[in-house]
């Protein structure tokens, strides 16, 4: 089996890539814009039909969020068009899609988690983008499958925890928003999720279930109780102060709550989900090598 990960140099396709040799039976192709550029559809049917991957883990999006209020055709090209073509080609060629979606679909305003059926309404560029990738994508492919996750961290790229690390050695006080909650996510939890997922389905079996899914570390944080963990499990003694999502303004809105029900993943999937802080420390941990 043929696993086609694009997005490879991202931080969930790192984490894909250091659990891949726990996964003998399965040949994984890693490719980031050096080894297929996916805004060109010719080169993207050219490579299926070169590789013949089995499944395709799509981990490549626009994701600088703020940035994406004034670069909305660069974000639009990503995070709409592309995952269409990917879902289209992958119909064609047999291949199944999993794309990573994101909690910004949501605006907000509930009080309990959002489920998958739940009401819609993005308010940011990354937002709608990301929401019309997914609707792009199950329109051309009805058998893909869309995970939505939140808050993605790990000890690769540019994430919340390695900046608050940063910030918390060179500086002696930080200010954080507490009034935005969700769930973090460590990106190698996701990934040891996405890979059990194939794992457990057989092309010639029913176990495949398309549609979309939530995935995020289990409990429930604001930015500050998160930045305020980041220091304590390192040994940062920067004072954090908490502050409101208006004293600290940004280009593009954040939903206030964004806590995902991740009931149905783990019941369809028998998954089981790691507590934030419990993985926040294994993260911090490699950090710290």
Known sequence: MKILVTGANGQLGTEIRKRSVLFADFQFVFTDIN?????????????????TPDFLINCAAYTAVDVAETDDELAELL???????????????????????????????????YTENDLVNPESVYGKTKLNGEISL??????????????????YGNNFAKTMIRLGLERDELKVVFDQVGS???????????????????????????????????GVCSWYDFAKAIHEIYGIT????????????????????????????????????????????????????
């Not at 080894?35 to 590789?51: C, S």
């Open 35 to 51: 080894e297929l550029d996916i805004t060109n559809r010719k080169a993207v049917d050219a490579f299926f039909e070169k590789e």
């Open 238 to 289: 920067c004072n954090v102060r908490p502050v409101t999502t208006d004293e600290y303004p940004t280009s593009a809105k954040r939903p206030a709550y964004s806590v995902l029900n991740k009931s149905k993943i783990k019941r369809i999937f028998d998954l089981d989900i790691p507590y934030w802080r419990d993985s926040l420390k294994t993260c911090i941990d490699q950090i710290k090598i």
């Open 138 to 155: 199950l329109k051309e492919n009805t058998g893909a499958m869309i995970i939505r996750t939140a808050w993605l961290y790990s000890p």
């Open 184 to 218: 973090p996510t460590y990106a190698g939890d996701l990934a040891q999720a996405i890979l059990t997922i194939i794992s457990k389905t057989n092309q010639r079996s029913a176990v495949w279930k398309p549609g979309i899914y939530h995935y995020s570390n289990e």
């Open 79 to 113: 995070n709409t068009k592309v995952p269409a073509w990917l879902g289209k080609t992958g119909k064609q060629r047999n291949c199944r899609i999993i794309h990573i979606s994101t909690d910004y679909v949501f605006d907000g305003t509930s009080c309990i988690p």
